[in-house]
């Protein structure tokens, strides 16, 4: 193996964390990556392999609807396995759902009818390819309930915020720039919805009231009675409280309007999410609600990126999905990178589903290892050699990938 000299892997990993190699900047202000989430004790040690459990990640659903009955934000929030707090993630209410090759094009809000939310439950699922725990669709009395524990919250916006009344009449809810709202005024900016406004100019304002609740609640709210991790819970009162009471990351997802055209015939506002990214950040908050892919014989992967860079992680797990792995597990470890990319396995017969991965993600070194986290296959580490490959933006081989049995 040939070394590679000290000064071209350091403006190799420059290029790349300044998202120079990259193919999308994500938004900046999340901690990738669920640091402790193999640090506990637990775990089974059978044949000298020990087997770590990760502790539980549920998912719960946050769906606002205005007096019209409209989706007018979707979130979806992680709990911090055995901690208290999580991550709350925002997505267009308009995101195109993920439809049959026989289906019309949708988006995921118009699943919701006002009764049976089922479907549209089904579609925030298939859409972020995780299982959700509970449910919470809240009009706004429930919101302003809900919300009452934060109290009051300085939010920063960057256009005014307005809304549609039944009458026609144009109402201001709040102004751009910073402010001290009450939690009303919070609940009232996730619920308007300005008639013909597209989706794309009000979006930033759900990741604003998100982040003032972030902001508010700091390393936790104390609520009375304390708020215990000892069991998962149960319903979505439960769970937000439990997000209340530790420290919050938010993140939202990046989108793009789906143009005219065959994904869109009609012509409709829909956004279409970027899917490497979804898996990121998925497998990174959420490893234990995720469904997987129905692709047959798919293997298992957790990949550890020292990198501490959201650009980097996504950049591999889009080649590692286009190689056909299934990306269970996003870590961020600590630093510097090793200088190869390292493939470690428990198992060698897995090495022959990636006999060409060299050519997706650069050089790699595989060897065996005697630990392995819950429903891993392989456990990736990123090395500089994978910031070299990247210089040269190289392009991904064709892969041909079959669903169900073969």
């Not at 129905?294 to 591999?316: C, K, Y």
Request: charge should be negative; proline fraction near 5%; hydrophobic fraction near 40%.
């Amino acid at each position: 193996m040939t070394a590679i000299p000290h000064r071209q892997k350091q403006r190799a990993i420059v290029a790349l964390c300044c998202g120079v190699a990259a193919a999308l900047m994500l938004p900046a202000g999340l901690v990738v990556g669920y640091n402790s989430v193999l640090n506990s004790g637990n775990g089974t040690n059978v044949n000298n392999v020990k087997t770590l459990t990760i502790p539980s990640t549920p998912v719960a659903l946050l769906a606002t609807v205005n007096s019209s009955n409209e989706v007018t934000s979707i979130n979806v929030i992680a709990l911090s396995g055995n901690s208290l707090g999580g991550t709350i993630i925002s997505l267009p209410a308009k995101s195109m759902a993920e439809v049959a090759e026989d289906e019309d094009a949708r988006r995921v809000s118009d699943s919701y009818t006002g009764g049976d939310a089922s479907a549209f439950v089904a579609d925030v699922e298939g859409l972020l390819d995780v299982s959700i725990s509970t449910v919470g669709i809240l009009k706004r009395a429930d919101l302003i309930e809900l919300f009452d524990p934060i109290g009051p919250a300085e939010i920063l916006l960057d256009s005014d915020v307005r809304n549609t009344e039944p009458d026609g009449a144009q109402r201001t809810v709040a102004k751009i720039g910073r402010a001290t709202v009450e939690t009303a005024t919070l609940v009232d900016v996730l619920l308007a919805r300005q008639t013909d406004q597209v989706e794309a100019d009000r979006f930033n304002h759900q990741k604003s009231v998100l982040t003032a609740i972030a902001n508010t609640v700091g390393l936790g709210l104390k609520l009375e009675p304390a708020v215990s991790t000892a069991e998962s819970p149960t319903d979505f009162k439960s769970v937000f409280q439990r997000l209340i009471s530790g420290p919050i990351q938010v993140w939202q997802f990046a989108a793009s309007a789906v143009p005219a055209g065959d994904l869109n015939p009609n012509s409709i506002d829909m956004y279409q999410l970027d899917t490497a990214e979804v898996t990121m950040i998925m497998a990174s908050v959420a490893p234990t609600s995720k469904t997987g892919s129905d692709l047959t014989g798919q293997l298992s992967v957790q990949i550890d990126s020292p990198f501490n860079n959201a650009v980097v992680s996504r950049e591999i797990v889009r080649r590692l999905m286009a190689k056909g792995l299934n990306i269970a597990l996003v870590r961020e470890v600590p630093g510097p990178p090793q200088e190869v990319t390292r493939v470690l396995y428990v198992d060698s017969n897995v090495l022959s589903g990636v006999e060409d991965l060299a050519s997706f993600i650069g050089e790699v070194s595989a060897g065996r290892t005697n630990e392995r986290a819950q429903g891993i296959d392989l456990q990736i580490v990123i090395g500089a050699t994978f910031a070299q490959f990247l210089e040269s933006n190289p392009e991904i081989p064709t892969t041909t990938l079959s669903n169900g049995d073969e």
